[in-house]
């Protein structure tokens, strides 16, 4: 069964994470000083924050699957739309160790799909994702590439 995930950079871990325990009703199953993860069963989703990593708010969006014929399924779908996928076959990033592919959508957001495999001592590393989002990705950003701003829209919505 496949687990949505989203990750937002954050400026405060310690103020965001007392925010996502109590609005969840359930502490980080995983917590460094610079990154915290929930892993929930209700909604499934795995929801990441860390700081000094990326743009605040939402850096990238994802799908978390369990089994390799999954992550061939969802990768599939990557392939099948409209943009270039960027593929890892191994990598280490958020502490943990993956496989997994990157697209961005037609408006830069970046979705991944991955397939954890264990976990990681470090943060870790990604490769330069500057040609998925556009010229205002972050080479070497961990996770997800630096987007530049939305502009600022006036009025309601």
């Not at 040609?131 to 309601?156: E, F, I, N, Q, V």
């Amino acid at each position: 069964m496949k687990r949505m995930h989203v990750h937002v950079g954050v400026d405060d871990l310690v103020q965001s994470m007392r925010f996502y325990t109590t609005l969840f009703g359930a502490e980080p199953s995983v917590t460094r000083p610079d990154y915290a993860k929930w892993m929930l069963d209700d909604p499934r989703l795995n929801f990441a924050i860390s700081v000094g990593h990326a743009t605040r708010g939402i850096e990238h969006l994802g799908i978390q699957v369990e089994d390799e014929a999954e992550l061939a399924e969802v990768g599939a779908r990557l392939a099948a739309a409209d943009g270039p996928v960027l593929e890892e076959a191994a990598t280490s990033c958020c502490y943990a160790t993956s496989s997994k592919a990157w697209i961005a959508d037609p408006q830069g957001v970046v979705w991944e799909t991955f397939l954890t495999r264990g976990s990681a001592t470090d943060y870790g590393s990604s490769p330069a994702l500057s040609r998925l989002a556009g010229d205002s990705a972050a080479d070497g950003a961990c996770c997800a590439p630096t987007l530049a701003p939305a502009p600022a829209k006036s009025g309601c919505c």
